[in-house]
């Protein structure tokens, strides 16, 4: 176990549906990650929150909303997905989110496996 | 622009050493190179991190030359449980610190 749950691990929804993905750590971190895993392709980073203050968005579509309430929780609401954003989608915490961003270790959890019908 | 670049597969046999290489030309001053495993099913773990030089811990080594362009991740004496795929990690700092993870190296570990 890494101290980062997902919940659900797996989803299947409609393009008309809402659904939301959500991600607890329980690590004391202050920087959280979304990232996307489609099939034979790299992680795709998503979103950073650093001190619950979202500090990157790597162009991502507006049909997927990020939320971090605290520094424990964060969540991605999904609405009117397309079929090509099936992925597994992972959710990481860090210490500091701060820079260099890649001296921090991550700690990803099991990911939630989504298809859009 | 940041890039990272692996090998797609590697193949081994139980107790062999295992070096996989993964090229980061435009790495800046101040970004760490990072390595993490990831099984089927699961998020990537932590393996290793390095800055220069040399990194060792309990399961891997990590060598980085002095041009910082690539690091080589070395597993000794794998074993079947080690079958995964790795992937190093590349910050870019001066690129606006762009996380960008290569493309992973499936590493499969045969009896």
């Not at chain 1, 950073?48 to 162009?59: A, C, D, P, R």
């Not at chain 1, 964060?74 to 001296?103: I, K, N």
């Not at chain 2, 074993?79 to 590493?107: H, M, P, R, W």
Request: with cysteine; glycine share 6%.
């Amino acid at each position: 176990e890494t101290g980062v749950t997902q919940t659900p691990r797996h989803l299947v929804m409609g393009m008309t549906n809402k659904k939301s993905l959500k991600c607890e750590q329980h690590l004391g971190h202050n920087a959280m990650y979304w990232y996307k895993q489609s099939a034979k392709k790299p992680l795709e980073l998503m979103f950073v929150y650093n001190f619950k203050e979202q500090t990157e968005n790597n162009s991502v579509p507006s049909r997927f909303s990020p939320e971090c309430p605290n520094s424990s929780h964060l969540f991605l609401h999904l609405h009117t997905l397309q079929p090509e954003d099936s992925a597994l989608y992972l959710c990481a915490s860090s210490q500091d989110g701060a820079s260099p961003p890649s001296g921090d270790t991550q700690y990803f959890g099991p990911g939630t496996r989504l298809t859009v019908l | 622009l940041a890039k990272t670049t692996q090998p797609i597969s590697m193949d081994s046999y139980e107790g062999q050493e295992v070096n996989i290489t993964c090229s980061h030309n435009n790495i800046a001053t101040n970004d760490y190179i990072t390595w993490y495993q990831q099984f089927p099913s699961q998020g990537p773990r932590f393996i290793i991190q390095g800055y220069k030089t040399k990194v060792t811990n309990e399961v891997a080594s990590l060598f980085i030359p002095a041009d910082r362009k690539s690091s080589t991740l070395s597993l000794p004496r794998v074993s079947l449980s080690d079958t995964a795929v790795y992937y190093c990690l590349v910050g870019f700092y001066n690129q606006g610190g762009k996380l960008i993870f290569g493309q992973g190296t499936e590493l499969s570990v045969k009896p």
